[in-house]
């Protein structure tokens, strides 16, 4: 039996129907407060998918990974710590991967003061639509950690974060599809799919890959020897300011309030780190963001439910209750820093070969990588409002556009011939051979 201070100081017991009763009306306090919570954070609409929109989602191309070395990843796995031969290779390998699904590429190299010396470093960042107002990024760093000796200088860094990023460019490849199926549809004036939401309104928001080089300290980790990339990305866009021209600009009711810069038009930052082994466990930071962080429990449940993913034996939840406040030392500190709404996906413990040689292909679970691949898939699509109507609408309203165009087509020529004929019948007047009769109402 529980005894209360203060008011209950007299050391009386309560009943043990009114204090479940007390408790139960606690409980349902603090579930309904973080439901309210959650509400009032939830700044955007989110479009739950139906059962079948999710089954054919996770089976649209890219198909999944046969191997933990399949696909992108056997092209990181490979030690690229920043500065070095192989970084450039990966980014090279980056950037081609981007240059054929159509996306915007900007890089933004430049030069960082490390206890080892300058370094060069150079940001990846890839937009599906630049000249969208606003945006969700997905982030992850693509350096590994620099050791100067061997057989340490060997580290690959598959959780950290090669995996990561193969995830995002499988993302990538999944939805460019999706998008240019939309953007086709909005640009040539189609209906809508939905009477539910507006599609031209939610394409305002576009996707863009941010891709950080310089994550890892090359000595101890410290506010100047750690995140190089993110830190000068993060204060280059909060001094870079949006052109007049901007929503963001037109819709200011004020003229002294802040000029918006880049980082105004992100609505959301996202970032992976330290996945694709068989344990997670992933935690909520930031209030800001617990609802998306409740979306991807919804999402892994589902897809549980429905026999779409492969858990793992002795397998734990990956996504935990317990809301945590503070935060881990990454790339999204110089962008939470500035404002920007944060959500933090990151295994928590780390992974137990974090910084050693075990961190390779060997630690990676094929399991957990597709597991990954079809999470993202449906938590991008929902956030963006993607559905598979988008393919298969497509597709049928092209044909409908060309047999219409046909009927158009038709219906000039018909137009031409009637023209003709009847400026004949004006200049010649009718005659048997005429297709038509002009009626005198003076005879």
């Known amino acids: 039996m529980i005894k209360f201070r203060h008011s209950f100081s007299s050391g009386k017991k309560i009943p043990s129907f009114q204090l479940l009763c007390l408790v139960y009306l606690i409980f349902l306090t603090i579930v309904t407060s973080h439901q309210e919570a959650e509400n009032v954070y939830q700044k955007r609409d989110y479009y739950t998918l139906s059962n079948t929109d999710i089954k054919t989602l996770v089976e649209l191309d890219p198909p999944q990974?046969?191997?933990?070395?399949?696909?992108?990843?056997?092209?990181?796995?490979?030690?690229?710590?920043?500065?070095?031969?192989?970084?450039?290779?990966?980014?090279?390998?980056?950037?081609?991967?981007?240059?054929?699904?159509?996306?915007?590429?900007?890089?933004?190299?430049?030069?960082?003061?490390?206890?080892?010396?300058?370094?060069?470093?150079?940001?990846?960042?890839?937009?599906?639509?630049?000249?969208?107002p606003r945006k969700i990024i997905l982030a992850a760093h693509f350096d590994s950690k620099w050791f100067p000796d061997f057989p340490a200088n060997q580290f690959i860094g598959a959780t950290d974060s090669a995996a990561p990023v193969a995830m995002i460019l499988h993302l990538a490849e999944f939805l460019t599809p999706l998008l240019n199926n939309r953007k086709e549809r909005i640009l040539s004036g189609l209906g809508i799919l939905k009477n539910d939401f507006d599609e031209e309104e939610i394409a305002e928001t576009t996707i863009q890959i941010v891709l950080f080089d310089g994550e890892e300290a090359f000595k101890d980790w410290t506010a100047t020897d750690s995140i190089y990339g993110a830190r000068h990305l993060a204060e280059l866009w909060s001094k870079t300011y949006l052109k007049s021209t901007h929503?963001?600009?037109?819709?200011?009711?004020?003229?002294?309030?802040?000029?918006?810069?880049?980082?105004?038009?992100?609505?959301?930052?996202?970032?992976?780190?330290?996945?694709?082994?068989?344990?997670?466990?992933?935690?909520?930071?930031?209030?800001?963001?617990?609802?998306?962080?409740?979306?991807?429990?919804?999402?892994?449940?589902?897809?549980?439910?429905?026999?779409?993913?492969?858990?793992?034996?002795?397998?734990?939840?990956?996504?935990?209750?317990?809301?945590?406040?503070?935060?881990?030392?990454?790339?999204?500190?110089?962008?939470?820093?500035?404002?920007?709404?944060?959500?933090?996906?990151?295994?928590?413990?780390?992974?137990?070969?974090?910084?050693?040689?075990?961190?390779?292909?060997?630690?990676?679970?094929?399991?957990?990588?597709?597991?990954?691949?079809?999470?993202?898939?449906?938590?991008?699509?929902?956030?963006?409002?993607?559905?598979?109507?988008?393919?298969?609408?497509?597709?049928?309203?092209?044909?409908n556009r060309l047999q219409s165009k046909k009927t158009i087509d038709e219906l000039v020529s018909l137009k031409k011939i009637i023209l003709t004929d009847l400026y004949d019948i004006i200049l010649f007047g009718w005659t048997d051979d005429s297709n038509l009769r002009i009626v005198d109402d003076n005879k």
């Not at 590429?105 to 599906?128: H, V």
């Open 247 to 399: 929503p963001l600009n037109k819709n200011k009711k004020r003229k002294f309030e802040p000029e918006p810069t880049i980082l105004n038009t992100i609505d959301h930052l996202i970032l992976l780190d330290l996945l694709g082994n068989k344990h997670s466990m992933i935690y909520s930071y930031f209030r800001e963001t617990d609802w998306l962080h409740s979306k991807l429990i919804k999402i892994d449940q589902n897809l549980k439910n429905q026999n779409l993913i492969e858990i793992e034996k002795d397998e734990n939840e990956w996504f935990s209750k317990i809301k945590l406040r503070g935060g881990i030392g990454d790339d999204h500190l110089p962008f939470l820093h500035r404002g920007v709404s944060i959500l933090h996906i990151i295994s928590n413990p780390f992974p137990s070969v974090w910084h050693t040689l075990g961190d390779d292909s060997t630690i990676l679970s094929l399991p957990a990588l597709r597991r990954w691949n079809r999470i993202l898939r449906i938590f991008t699509c929902e956030y963006l409002g993607l559905t598979p109507n988008l393919i298969i609408s497509t597709t049928t309203t092209t044909t």
């Open 65 to 132: 990974w046969d191997s933990v070395t399949d696909g992108h990843l056997g092209k990181l796995l490979i030690p690229r710590a920043s500065g070095s031969e192989n970084n450039t290779l990966v980014q090279n390998y980056i950037s081609s991967v981007f240059t054929n699904l159509g996306w915007h590429e900007e890089k933004t190299p430049f030069r960082g003061t490390t206890p080892i010396g300058e370094i060069d470093f150079t940001n990846l960042i890839y937009t599906y639509d630049p000249d969208a």
